[in-house]
């Protein structure tokens, strides 16, 4: 890649994870938001006593709401991440989580993703996410003066109702415990892709 510059006495965020909020909100219509509230009757107990939706392609029965979350993707994906057209990203599989008041999600990431994300539906500032850095950038635990994003392991964002996150796959994260009397919904979705990739000069050359 070409040469970045830095100003004197400037920083430059290398390697950062980019988390990516969506550019407008997708208002769900009543038999959209009924197809979701319907799910509710067929989940399972995760880890942090949230429930998670068992039909995990849960956005083709959503068609408005997928093709919104695939633009927002192309945008992230294409458009700002800048990777070549010619890798289709696409969305795997797709469910819903319903956290209670007093339920979390627990830390994880997303395996056999390129780029995961959450649309949230109800009670988004209920709980905020958290992403979590599971490198040190120093071998030394320091003491932070004030928190910014050069000196945090942890981060956490209030969601927006009608909003997505997206982020990289590998990027741990959670929801905190929900302390609000409403149950937060969102869906949450993972992406592959498919075409050719890597390079045959560096004999990474395959297709998807």
Not at 63 to 88: A, G, R, V, W
Not at 132 to 161: C, E, G, I, M, Q
Request: a neutral charge; glycine letters at 6%.
């Amino acid at each position: 890649m070409s040469e970045i510059k830095v100003e004197q006495g400037g920083v430059c965020p290398l390697f950062s994870f980019p988390l990516y909020l969506s550019r407008v909100p997708h208002d769900l219509s009543e038999p959209e938001y009924k197809i979701i509230l319907d799910e509710k009757q067929n989940t399972e107990l995760n880890y942090g006593n949230n429930l998670v939706g068992n039909d995990k392609y849960l956005l083709d029965k959503l068609p408005k709401l997928k093709s919104y979350i695939e633009d927002e993707i192309y945008n992230y994906f294409h458009n700002i991440m800048e990777y070549d057209e010619t890798q289709k990203i696409y969305i795997t599989n797709s469910w819903s989580n319903y956290n209670k008041p007093g339920t979390k999600n627990h830390l994880h990431k997303h395996p056999n993703s390129i780029v995961s994300g959450v649309y949230y539906i109800v009670g988004g500032d209920a709980s905020p996410i958290e992403f979590h850095s599971d490198t040190n950038k120093y071998l030394l635990s320091l003491n932070v003066k004030k928190a910014n994003l050069y000196n945090s392991n942890r981060v956490w964002f209030n969601p927006t109702n009608n909003h997505l996150f997206l982020f990289p796959s590998s990027l741990m994260h959670e929801v905190a415990v929900n302390k609000s009397n409403t149950t937060r919904i969102s869906i949450s979705f993972n992406t592959f892709i498919k075409g050719p990739t890597g390079t045959v000069q560096g004999h990474s050359r395959i297709k998807l």
